[in-house]
């Protein structure tokens, strides 16, 4: 294999990271209300959204975790970008234009306007920011694995790196986010494409797709597909774009091209995991086989330009986090709180994401522990209340807390069918009680 040409990457990655630091630092002058900082004053249009919605998505888990997991199980890791795929088009069909009617900031403050609680509203922010920071880590870790792919171990430096990241995007908000996620997003997509391209007609004997190919992952495949789907709904990052488009037909349109380009980038690194298991590649120890099998099939001139599309894209994932933990932890909570302070308490919390990160190693597994976790307590709740325009206090109550209770005792007992939809069906079921017992009590209350 040759070695990346380091003398060509480090300059790029340098001038690349000056040229996003120049473009938030640019869109922060624009910031006049909090409005601003965090919806990018809810005017944002087709092209800038689309583009963000797609730099969200395609980070450290779609592509260098997509690589590792094609590298082990082979075809049926499609499935997993195709549920991140599919969560945007589904946001595209009609969801996306349900949460962008909603006069909010936030994913958790529906429950406080459906169910007229804000214990509920702070409960499930609080859940928001565990799975953001999670989701977080999972970037984190994935930079890692690139950088140990090509020989830089100076952990002062992985550190330092991660910083610059963390205070342009603190400095501007989402403008500066979506404003670099156009840079970025434009940057990975063609690069990953010229990598395919390039190797393309010499791989012709890739293998197939095979139905008992499935088995192996069986296991996993709920968890890949379902839980990126509903956590779509409801994740704060994407509600916070969702709130920051100019109208509910721009984000209907912005998310459905987002899906399509999502799963069409991420077919790329999972072919290049394919590619190299069918010929027999190997990654050192702790680094990505992506960067690997790209720098064995084409010259180190691709494979430095694809070092930093690879951090590009998950830099860009990793600012979308950063400013949606900011978002629900300066919107809902306390709201004396200046933004400075807020802005201090998220760099903390991201910073210690970097430090939490030395302890994992798989990317996927991660990102799904994180997709489960507030999917099992807050989907229903949050999806019932989209079309709901009062709900019961009770049955939101109720279905958090048999979804948490399900989380947590799934992990220990193992069942006959996926924990998944187990911990869905248990919140489900925890509603319909509260919704019962609301009946029941509205029925005495008649009589009286």
């Known amino acids: 294999m040759e070695p990346m040409n380091l003398t060509i990457f480090i300059p790029l990655l340098f001038a690349l990271q000056a040229l996003y630091w120049a473009v938030g630092r640019r869109a922060s002058r624009q910031l006049e209300t909090n409005e601003d900082y965090f919806l990018a004053g809810k005017t944002v249009r087709f092209f800038p959204l689309m583009m963000t919605f797609l730099a969200t998505q395609v980070g450290g888990g779609l592509v260098l975790g997509s690589a590792e997991e094609a590298y082990r199980h082979g075809w049926p890791v499609l499935l997993y970008p195709l549920g991140a795929a599919l969560g945007l088009i589904v946001l595209g069909m009609g969801m996306g234009r349900k949460l962008a009617q909603f006069q909010v900031s936030t994913v958790a403050q529906i429950l406080e306007v459906v169910y007229r609680s804000p214990a509920l509203k702070k409960v499930a922010s609080l859940l928001s920011v565990l799975s953001l920071f999670m989701i977080l880590v999972a970037q984190v870790i994935a930079s890692g694995k690139f950088l140990a792919s090509i020989g830089f171990t100076n952990t002062p430096l992985f550190i330092a790196f991660w910083a610059i990241v963390i205070l342009y995007t603190m400095k501007g908000g989402l403008k500066a986010v979506i404003s670099t996620d156009l840079i970025q997003a434009a940057f990975f997509s063609v690069i990953f494409f010229l990598c395919f391209g390039l190797t393309y007609s010499s791989s012709l004997n890739l293998p197939a797709l095979q139905m008992d190919s499935f088995s192996a992952v069986s296991p996993k495949l709920c968890g890949w597909l379902l839980m990126p789907l509903l956590f779509m709904i409801i994740e704060q990052d994407m509600g916070q774009r969702c709130f920051a488009g100019g109208s509910p037909r721009i984000v209907s349109l912005a998310t459905f091209w987002a899906g399509i380009g999502t799963f069409l980038v991420c077919l790329v690194p999972i072919f290049f995991g394919v590619l190299a298991k069918s010929q027999g590649m190997q990654a050192p120890q702790g680094s990505s ?89 807050l989907f229903i709740p949050i999806v019932v209340g989209l079309f709901k325009k009062r709900g019961h206090f009770l049955s939101a109550l109720l279905s958090i807390l048999m979804g948490s209770a399900a989380f947590i005792l799934f992990r220990f007992m193992p069942i006959p069918f996926p924990r998944e939809l187990a911990s869905i069906a248990l919140s489900g079921t925890g509603f319909l009680l509260g919704e019962l017992l609301a009946k029941k009590e509205f029925a005495v209350e008649q009589k009286i």
């Open 289 to 377: 086989i992506l960067i690997a099998a790209i720098a064995q099939l084409t010259n180190p001139w691709i494979a430095a330009l694809a070092g930093c599309a690879i951090l590009a894209a998950i830099i860009s994932t990793a600012g979308s986090l950063i400013t949606a933990i900011s978002s629900n932890l300066s919107s809902d909570f306390p709201k004396d709180r200046s933004l400075k302070s807020v802005q201090l308490i998220t760099g903390a919390i991201s910073i210690c994401a970097i430090f939490f990160a030395f302890y994992f190693d798989n990317v996927v597994d991660v990102l799904i522990q994180s997709y489960d976790l507030s999917v099992s307590c």
